[in-house]
């Protein structure tokens, strides 16, 4: 397939990266890659989807890959799955005679080992610039989901729909399911029983990259997870802090110990990202040196520093983004020559979070229990569709009030001279209500 085919399929399609912001797929297809990796690191805790998935899809997965890969005339494909996730492991190893560019990167049982940046490390032994993509050093990345997303479209012409979210923590029987997007979270945790304690909430996404969520919150192309965990939950304690509040502890007991730094991923990487140097600067005022504040540019907001690194209890990830937000809107960016980019520090290795270890920390090891993947076809009422799923434009809705549709209809029209894909409905029914930012189907 030539790669023009191959990008108008994926836009058309709806095909986003299913989890973290969403970059739509197509815009990473480029000439200059040489290796596809298969995201399956899957390193927030109590998620399972994307092993699950490659376990049961492996043959699937590894089509759409070779299909990227020959698209962009790369000479191979590595797929980097955690060597303790043996179930996916086999099933890939049973399927690599029939792709012969295919081979297995073997990850630790680290975080963030799914941060794509330390994906490209851990298999290729490459580190990607700072602030530049993952194509500058000849690499493109997809996660599990995603390229299962390309097999259906490739092969059944189905665009993405449904979406894969798993559901632990708090509730009945935690589990993974297949549900239509523009469902509610409330009716998604429904499907396990429900919770099984009075105060909780819920945390959209992982709980070290995830947020605070709500009931009436829909899923959309990036949710992985909805976990239901107690009020008073380390985890959304820390979630639940004003940023006005963050800066005021900082202030009062900053120690400058540089945990935060010393255990800090992309610092470890050689990145010119030091949160300590951030902190005393944030909150003495001191504007000499304004290199940590430009520096917050290369934070991937994992929350080791605030979830795991400081003994103090601070919150240097809240902070780092608020100000990373805050050049963002004013358009500020560090000087191409003021980049500091140092080599891989050499004690990397022992500096490394072990996962184990960060569920102890984060109050979690009790919630660490089997998701299976449920083969229960959910059905639902309605569905409340979002025409922006992802980063780019949104889609312009294509349908009026009264209109029947169809599941995998076009419901919302990518621009195409902006980045972005098509919506379409997840359910047969009729349309009820059409707005800017949502398309409502009765089903």
Known sequence: ??????????????????????????AKLNMKADTIILNCAECEPLLRLHRQLLADKSFEIM???????????????????????KAAIESVKANMSSFPKVKIGLLEDIYPSGDEIVTIYETTKRVVPPGKLPIEVGVIVYNVETMYNLYMAITNKKPVTHKYITVAGEVKNPGTFLVPL???????????????????????????????????????????AI?????????????????????????????????CTDLCPRNLLGYPIEPHAFMRGATTGQIGDVR?????????????????????????????????KKMAQNGLRPAPEDIVFSEVNPGRDYRCVPMPRLRARLGLATYDKPAPMSPQEITVKKVKIAMSQHI????????????????????????????GVNIHSSVNGTVIDVNDRFVTIEA
């Open 63 to 85: 089509t759409a890959l070779t299909e990227v890969a020959e698209a962009v005339e790369a000479d191979q494909i590595i797929i980097a799955v955690k060597d303790h996730y």
């Open 292 to 324: 940590p504040y430009l520096n917050t540019q290369f934070c991937s907001q994992c929350g080791v520093c605030e979830m795991y690194a400081c003994g103090q209890g601070l919150n240097p990830r809240t902070l780092l983004g608020e100000f990373k």
């Open 1 to 26: 397939m030539r790669l023009e085919e191959l990008s108008a399929i994926m836009r058309e399609n709806g095909i986003v990266g299913a989890g973290g912001a969403g970059f739509p797929s197509y």
């Open 392 to 419: 780019g434009a949104p889609a312009a809705p294509a349908v009026k009030v009264g209109d029947k549709v169809t599941e995998g209809q076009v419901i919302g029209m990518a621009d195409t001279s902006k980045l």
């Open 182 to 224: 523009g469902m509610t979270f409330d009716e998604v945790v429904t499907l396990t029983g429900g919770p099984v304690i009075e105060n909780y909430a819920y945390i959209s996404g992982g709980p070290m990259t995830g947020r605070i969520g709500a009931g009436t919150e829909l899923v959309t192309k990036t949710s992985n």
């Open 227 to 259: 976990l239901v965990l107690p009020e008073n939950n380390f985890v959304v304690k820390k979630k639940k802090t004003p940023v006005s509040l963050s800066m005021k502890q900082a202030a009062s007991v900053c120690c400058q110990c540089r945990m």
